[in-house]
Every structure is written in C-alpha cells, then in structure tokens.
C-alpha cells in the first residue's frame, strides 16, 4: 500500500474517519466549539466598552445614567463568561463520549481485521512493523485527531473575528498578524513529515526496543534471566538502542527548534512594533483606552488562536500520516481464501479419510524447504503418529492440515476434496488441535475449557467427560471455587499453573471439543507419569471413533497408532507399525535406540 503524502488528502481521510461514528456527538462537539470560540471575543468586545464606560462615568456630567449602562455592560459580560464555562465544561463530556465512541470503532476494525488475517501475517517478520504500527498507534490517534479538529474549529472562528477586529481598529495590524505566524505552518508541517518518516524507518527498532524492556521488567522468562544473570545485559541493550533512538530523534527535534526560533524573532519584531504604533495612536488620541485594551487583547488572542489553528493543523496531519499504518493494517488481505465456492460435508464428514499428495512448503520470506514431496494417507477411524528430528517439519505439517497455511505445491483431500473447496471456518469448526507451544488463557479454568467449543452452549456433561480424561480432578479440588478458580498471575484473585497443569488445562480444552479429526503435537510433553499413564488410558478409548494425526516421541503413544511415519530432512523416511519400524531397524530403530529427541 502506497503512503499518502497529500496533506489535503490526509486531513480529509482523518475527518472523515472521526465523524464516521453517530452523528450525535460530532454535531454536538462542532456546535459547542463554534460557540466556545465566539464567546471570548464577544467578552474582551464588552471589556473595551466597559474601559469606554468607565472613561465616559469619570468625565460625563450625567453618572447616574452613565452608572446604570455600566453595570448592564458588566452583568452581560458576568453572563458571557459564566455560558462559556459551562458550555467548555459541557464540552469535557461530550468530547469523551465523542473519543470513546471513535476509539471503540477502532478496536472492533482492528480486531475484526485480526480474526481474518493469516497465520502468515503474525509470524512473518515482513508484517510485524505494520502490526506494531497499527497496534500502538491507531488506538490513541483517533483522540488526539478529534481534540485538534475541535480545536481548529474553536480557534478558527475565535481568530475570524480578532482579525475582524483588528481590521476595525487598523487594516495593517490584520495583516501583521497573518504575517507573523505563516512561517510556523510551514516549520510544523515539514517536521511532521520528517517525524513520520523517522517514525517508519525505526519502527523496527523501536519494536525491539520494547522487547528488551519486555525482557528486564517482565515476568515470563524471569527464572532464566536471574538464573544466567542477565539482568545486566538486557539493560545494556535496552540502553543502547534507547541511546540510538534518543540521539537520532532530538536532532531531529534541533533542527525544528532551530528554524522555529528564527520564525520566533520575526514574530516578536512585528507583535512589538504593532505594540508601539498602537501605543502612539492612543497618546495622539486618535484612539480611546478601551479601544486600546481592545487591540491589545485582540491581538493577544488572535496571536494565541492563530499559532492555536496552527499548531493543530500540524498535529491533525502528523496524526493523520501515523493514521496511514492503521489504514494500512486495515487493507492486508488473508491469503487464504474463507469463502470459495464452498462445499458442505454435512453429516458425511469423513467417509473415506485424508490424504496428502506432493506436498511441499516454504515459509512465506524464507528459501528453505521445511517439507518436501510429503505423500501419505489417513483412512477414516485410524490413528497415525509423527515421528522426526527437530526441525523435520512435524509440527508445520500440523499447521497446513490446520489450513493456518496452503502449500506451495500438492494437495490435501478430505474424503477426496480439496480442502481449500471447504469453506475456511466450515473446516476448522469440524477438527481439533493440540499444540505443543499451548495457549495460557488468563481465564477460569471453565472458560479455558470451554474455549474448545464456544460455537455450542456449555455442556457440564462434555467438560466432566474432558476434565476426567485430561486428569484434572485433583487440580479441581485444590481451588476453593473449582471450575471457577481463575488462572494465571494477571488478575487479581487468579491462581498460577505449572507448566504441566497448563498441558492438563489445554487437554482438556482438546477433549471438550468432541471433533471427529484431531491433531496433536507432543500431547503429553510435561505430563508426570501418573497423569500420562491416565491420558494414554483415556486415549485408546477416546480415539475409536476418531481420525487422528498425532507427534509424538513417547512410546506408550506411538504404540497406540496404527500406522508411524518418520520424517527425517523434511520429506518421509520411513512408515509403518511400531513393530515393523522396529524389525527394520532403520531411521525410526535408530532414533529409538540412541535415544535421539526421546
């Protein structure tokens, strides 16, 4: 996506975006605005009048009637003042209605954008600066787009009428004052291009910035971080890419400060030697006291209101230009298409089974083949294991029967289709999957159980039946509220796991969601033994009427599959039985044997 650069073009974009919500609330926040910015002007208007009066009482051999128009000035100015208070405090509130409705539209496009977005896009580094853009800056913009659009409304009118003004007290001073403050746009704006360019350079290392701040104050790798003592190392290399960010940044912010100091200069020559001649007009008498109070304050406030529109027109735009990565984010396309011509497998789901043909895959950015010319074939009610190195490609072909990720070249069937022909949320609603890197969800332990089957209502039938199989009655029992214990260390009230209680939780969730074809990568991998001896009891029983693609290296698991395949340099080695992998004494025997990742 192209990054607009049009100044009227990102203005009218971030507008539009902001007045996109109900209308209630823009309308009443432009119409406060207008008056917030007219009543102040109408006040130091009264305020030249009542020197005038106070002139004219001191003079004036008729005080009586003198007297009386002054203390009608001043009550009517009294009431100017007292409405624009309440209509500024009036607008407090519906400026925060304004900027939580504005906010609540982004966070529902941001996370409806998530759910539909790849795989591809949150682990590949290629996507990551767009996602961290998006996250961190679209989410407190949209605020600060709303404050300057008010506040340019406000201050416009609010300089409209002082140059209205000073045009009455003297054309020229108009003029001076336009003057005076045009250099500061163009310094504004040309620094808001120059930050956003900054911005988008680094984005990089501000990511790893926050990371390494992640590392030295987080508590997810605390253990091994005091354990290897790197506490030190983490702060110096947060303190080095701080240092570099910090540097760069405040020279850019010299050479802004630099030119607007010499803006400054002029602008102080022209607002005192306006001073000067007003000064003059008034000793020669050619204007009144009020008249000169009024300029003084005219001109004040019209300085204020100008540098006011300004100033917010620079950050409407620097705003604006941020806003690119939220539009950004907002135009990445899932590659994996959700709704092709779909096909229902409605109650003949699995008649006949799954079979890969050629299939081979890359990650996205990378030239390395993780698995290559992969053909095999599940028949409906068998249960095959997955054995292989490290880095064999195990658990990525977890992922594309998932569907997280299409091959570059072959075909995985369903019962003879290809299951890029099933409609994407059709497929992945019809299958289950437990995965080695578990989620941790800071919830109940219910809902981290429930979370397996959201698309039904909760069934206490279905979760004793998941709870029993994952062995997690004694972990019930330690809680005083049970199911309703909620976990992690986030929250208050909430109770931390081991990582074996977690892998029982995650099981469970597995077991919950009662599909007919199931994935599982290393199910049992922190397991102690008694709970593992459960599970492998529970498992038999529980696969009879499953399709089931299980990795794994723990023997009591590969001795319940029926068939074994054996990855080895990312393409099948070997396949068959336990038993006869073992009279072959081939790769599987070996790995076996030597006991290499057992």
Do not use: C
């Given at each position: 996506m192209n990054i607009h650069y049009n100044i009227l073009s990102n203005l009218k974009r971030s507008i539009k975006f902001v007045y996109s919500v109900r209308k209630k609330w823009p309308i009443l926040n432009t119409g406060i605005s207008v008056f917030n910015g007219i009543l102040p002007l109408c006040f130091i208007l009264l305020i030249k009048q009542i020197i005038d009066a106070i002139t004219n009482v001191s003079q004036s051999q008729n005080n009586s009637f003198q007297f009386d128009y002054l203390i009608i000035l001043i009550a009517i100015a009294g009431l100017v003042f007292l409405i624009n208070e309440i209509l500024s405090n009036l607008a407090q509130l519906t400026k925060e209605n304004h900027i939580q409705e504005v906010n609540d539209l982004v966070f529902d496009k941001l996370h409806e954008k998530s759910s539909q977005l790849d795989l591809e896009h949150f682990e590949n580094q290629k996507y990551q600066d767009i996602l961290f853009r998006a996250r961190t800056e679209a989410v407190f913009r949209p605020a600060r787009i709303i404050n300057s659009i008010l506040a340019i409304w406000q201050n416009s009118f609010s300089l409209i009428l002082s140059i209205v003004i000073l045009f009455w007290v003297h054309w020229s001073i108009a003029l001076i004052l336009l003057a005076a403050i045009i250099p500061g746009v163009f310094i504004r704006v040309k620094y808001a291009r120059f930050l956003f360019e900054w911005n988008k350079k680094n984005t990089s290392k501000e990511r790893r910035s926050r990371y390494l701040n992640f590392l030295a104050v987080g508590e997810k790798y605390i253990k091994d971080i005091r354990l290897f003592g790197l506490e030190n190392y983490f702060k110096t290399e947060f303190k080095t890419v701080r240092k570099e960010l910090k540097q760069e940044r405040l020279k850019l912010m010299s050479r802004r400060v630099g030119i607007e100091i010499l803006g400054q200069v002029f602008t102080a020559l022209a607002i005192f030697g306006s001073f000067i001649f007003i000064a003059k007009q008034t000793i020669d008498g050619a204007m009144t006291a009020g008249t000169m109070v009024l300029f003084f304050l005219a001109f004040q406030r019209g300085f204020t209101y100008f540098r006011g529109v300004v100033n917010n027109l620079a950050n409407l735009y620097e705003d604006s230009l941020f806003l690119n990565y939220y539009h950004e984010f907002l135009s990445l396309e899932p590659k994996i298409n959700r709704q092709p011509d779909s096909i229902s497998f409605g109650k003949k789901f699995l008649v006949d089974g799954m079979k890969i043909e050629n299939l081979s895959f890359t990650y996205p950015g990378s030239d390395i083949k993780i698995l290559q010319n992969i053909n095999f074939e599940i028949k409906a009610g068998e249960t095959l294991a997955i054995v292989g190195e490290n880095g064999a490609g195990k658990s990525t072909l977890i992922k594309l029967l998932c569907r997280f990720y299409d091959p570059d070249t072959g075909k995985i069937l369903l019962d003879g289709t290809d299951i890029k022909n099933i409609e994407l949320d059709t497929y992945r609603n019809s299958?289950?999957?437990?995965?080695?890197?578990?989620?941790?969800?800071?919830?109940?332990?219910?809902?981290?159980?429930?979370?397996?089957?959201?698309?039904?209502?909760?069934?206490?039938?279905?979760?004793?039946?998941?709870?029993?199989?994952?062995?997690?009655?004694?972990?019930?029992?330690?809680?005083?509220?049970?199911?309703n214990t909620l976990l992690g260390n986030t929250f208050e009230k909430s109770s931390e796991l081991s990582i074996g209680e977690w892998q029982k939780i995650a099981l469970a969730r597995f077991f919950y969601r009662q599909s007919l074809l199931v994935f599982m990568d290393e199910p049992t991998s922190h397991l102690d033994s008694e709970t593992e001896a459960l599970f492998h009891s529970y498992l038999t029983t529980y696969l009879k009427d499953k399709t089931a693609v299980i990795i794994s290296h723990k023997i009591p698991t590969l001795q319940i599959a029926d068939r074994i395949i054996v990855l080895a340099q990312n393409t099948i080695a070997e396949t068959g039985t336990y038993e006869e992998l073992m009279s072959k004494k081939g790769a599987y025997y070996s790995m076996i044997v030597k006991g290499s990742n057992c």
């Open positions: 299958i289950s999957a437990l995965f080695q890197d578990f989620s941790q969800f800071h919830f109940s332990i219910k809902d981290n159980i429930a979370f397996g089957n959201v698309q039904s209502e909760f069934s206490y039938d279905d979760f004793s039946k998941a709870t029993n199989g994952a062995g997690i009655e004694k972990l019930l029992r330690k809680f005083p509220d049970k199911e």
